[in-house]
């Protein structure tokens, strides 16, 4: 299994909602990624995690709340988000091999509208 | 921040034709990668390049990396209507596992 697959693949949420994404791969990766991408702009990181512990976190707003419960699983809880935070979240997974992080595999992506 | 910065922002060629798309980057790298974005989904990893190396191919693309200019180019030749896409140049760092992606480039292949 060679893909990193993410769900749902559209959500829309009211700001007063909680909703969560779910990443997951099986490719026995242990650097997971979540990215957001605004239309016509390049992915922006937002958190990192490498085996499962959180190594980055790119001053994300606290209403998005990551979770890595295992090896192959990554969360983002979404709670009290605003319109502009309507984006498409990729998740991404990589391998550490020869002393880095190499190429990373991503997943198609969730659209996210928030009302 | 974005470390990266791509030039053309769009590309616009008749299918058969080569592309050739560049990246400029600010700080030393310890590698440089490309990755294609089909329209509104996930990335596809192309290329990897390490900063000991000056030029790499797959298939039908050829990058290059030029260290002491802090920049690269991605060359498609023979461009297909399968090629239309953005692509978008990304470097990591000597340490860590972080990438930074650049503005990117439309492609668009006409047939």
């Known amino acids: 299994d060679t893909e990193v697959t993410q769900t749902p693949k559209h959500l829309v949420m009211g700001m007063t909602n909680k909703k969560s994404l779910k990443c997951e791969q099986h490719m026995g990766h242990r650097a997971m990624y979540w990215y957001k991408q605004k239309a016509k702009k390049p992915p922006e990181l937002m958190f990192v995690?490498?085996?499962?512990?959180?190594?980055i976190n790119e001053s994300v707003p606290s209403r998005f709340s990551p979770e890595c419960p295992n090896s192959s699983l990554l969360n983002l809880h979404l709670h009290a988000l605003q319109p502009e935070d309507s984006a498409l979240y990729l998740c991404?997974?990589?391998?550490?091999?020869?002393?880095?992080?190499?190429?990373?595999?991503f997943g198609p992506g969730t659209r996210l509208t928030v009302l | 921040s974005q470390q990266g910065e791509e030039d053309p922002q769009a590309l616009s060629i008749q299918e058969g034709e080569n592309a050739t798309m560049n990246c400029s980057y600010k700080t030393s790298i310890n590698n440089l990668q490309w990755y294609r974005q089909n329209s509104g989904r996930g990335l596809v990893h192309l290329i990897l390049i390490r900063s000991n190396e000056r030029e790499k191919h797959s298939g039908r693309l050829r990058v290059t990396l030029d260290t002491s200019k802090k920049s690269s180019s991605l060359l498609i030749t023979a461009s297909r209507a399968a090629d239309t896409a953005s692509y978008f140049c990304a470097t990591q760092r000597a340490a860590g596992n972080k990438l930074t992606f650049g503005g990117g480039t439309r492609v668009l292949v006409k047939p």
């Open positions: 991404a997974s990589s391998q550490f091999q020869g002393g880095s992080y190499n190429e990373q595999f």
């Open positions: 995690y490498s085996y499962e512990k959180l190594s």
